[in-house]
């Protein structure tokens, strides 16, 4: 229960515990709860959805404050990440350079082109999705997008020699996905 409460508070802004000091094994061992996280938030969003369709209908206005939810619930961190990302991968330097660019916590013009250009695309597949799968996608997909982040941790090598990522990583393996999934 402890590293799920970890990987709870790391992943969203969801506080159950006050939690002052974390070792990096308490970091690694949330890993494998990132997808049942992610269920949390699914159920979230879920009920979230219920409750705007009820009262706003299945309309732009629902599907504008359903793209806002996670950004709230999480706190921006997939939305920096992605457009630190962004900013690091079309700057056009060489990886070293590219890796410092992602590190430093200013967003760039790259990084806020393409999160917008992300949350144009993320609107038109939510406003245009079938009523009937509107609801399920929602519970499901941020399953989906955490048991991806727990493949890439333990399936893929850490690009810096150190950083929280590196935590991760350090502690996931085989077994880590088995669990997760």
């Known amino acids: 229960m402890h590293s799920f409460l970890i990987?709870?508070?790391?992943?969203?802004?969801?506080?159950?515990?006050?939690?002052?000091?974390?070792?990096?094994?308490?970091?690694g061992r949330s890993t494998r709860f990132f997808p049942l996280v992610g269920l949390v938030l699914g159920l979230c969003y879920?009920?979230?959805?219920?409750?705007?369709?009820y009262f706003l209908g299945m309309r732009s206005l629902t599907c504008v404050l359903i793209l806002i939810l996670p950004i709230l619930l999480t706190g921006g961190i997939h939305a920096d990440g992605f457009m630190d990302t962004a900013d690091g991968i079309f700057s056009g330097r060489e990886r070293a350079r590219?890796?410092?660019?992602?590190?430093?916590?200013?967003a760039g013009a790259f990084g806020v082109v393409s999160f917008v250009m992300l949350m144009f695309v993320q609107f038109a597949l939510?406003?245009?999705?079938?009523?009937?799968?509107?609801?399920?996608a929602l519970f499901v997909m941020p399953i989906i997008g955490r048991l991806a982040m727990v493949l890439a941790i333990a399936l893929f090598p850490y690009a810096r020699p150190e950083g929280v990522g590196k935590t991760f990583a350090d502690m996931a393996d085989r077994r880590t996905v088995l669990i997760a999934a």
Request: avoid cysteine; glycine fraction near 2%; aromatic fraction near 12%.
């Open 46 to 53: 879920m009920l979230a959805a219920w409750v705007l369709i």
């Open 126 to 136: 939510i406003s245009d999705m079938h009523p009937l799968l509107f609801v399920p």
């Open 7 to 27: 990987g709870l508070q790391f992943l969203t802004r969801i506080r159950f515990v006050r939690q002052t000091a974390w070792t990096a094994e308490d970091f």
């Open 98 to 106: 590219q890796l410092e660019i992602m590190k430093d916590s200013r």
